[in-house]
């Protein structure tokens, strides 16, 4: 008589385990759908019982402005070509919010600078970590200006560049996503930004959250470049 009640609670806890994984797979194809539409990141089911320590990276790929202009239209320079000066961080504190995000833009850090290239490729990483929190957006910020050697530096756009895609195990299981224009702030037919980016998981000694903290405001540049 014991048996019986034994039998129907294995088969109670079997069926609910089978409609547990079949949900996990509804949930996990409607991850898949919106995931097209909008850039959350998406934590692999492998890893969801793990730490939560990653590290995103985002590659600036290059700057598209062909005409050689900046925020207002005109030309950067008279004679020659732009002179841009790259600044960038990952924002992990605010990337919902908008431009500049979570630090002023007089703390971002520059990252690369070149002369007289209107369109240059930049090659660039940047990288911040999240540390013993959930992950669900990261967003790039970056502001260029042009640089200029007599008079201020003038603005040629910001950009917001939305992190996405799945989330590596480890830095050998990381892949880059597909490269992705950012949201230009000025010009944004004219002048384009592109960069790629990945996420993965870190060892917790390795996380430092310091790289997201914002520093202090840094006092405001000379006027003569
Ligand atoms: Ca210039």
Known sequence: MARLPIAVLLLMVLMSVVSAGILDSIKSV???TSSSTSSAIQQDSSGAN?????????????????GGIKSTGGSCDTIGQCDPVVYAYLDVLKPTG??????????FPQVFTIDDVNSPKINTVVSADVCNKEL?????????????????D???????????GSVGRNVNDA????TGNCV?????????????????RIDPKL??????QAPAATTSKSIFG
Do not use: Q
């Open 30 to 32: 409607l991850g898949i």
């Open 50 to 66: 793990l730490p939560n320590y990653f590290r995103i990276e985002a590659e600036l790929v290059r700057m598209d402005n062909v």
């Open 98 to 107: 908008p431009f500049p995000g979570s630090r002023a833009v007089e703390a």
């Open 136 to 152: 669900t957006k990261a967003t790039l910020r970056v502001h260029v200006m042009d640089r200029n050697k007599l008079f201020t």
């Open 154 to 164: 003038s603005l040629i756009s910001d950009f917001d560049c939305y992190v996405g």
């Open 175 to 178: 892949k880059w996503a597909n």
């Open 184 to 200: 230009g702030k000025f010009m944004p037919d004219k002048i384009k930004f592109v960069f790629r980016s990945r996420i993965y």
């Open 207 to 212: 996380c430092v959250e310091s790289a997201n």
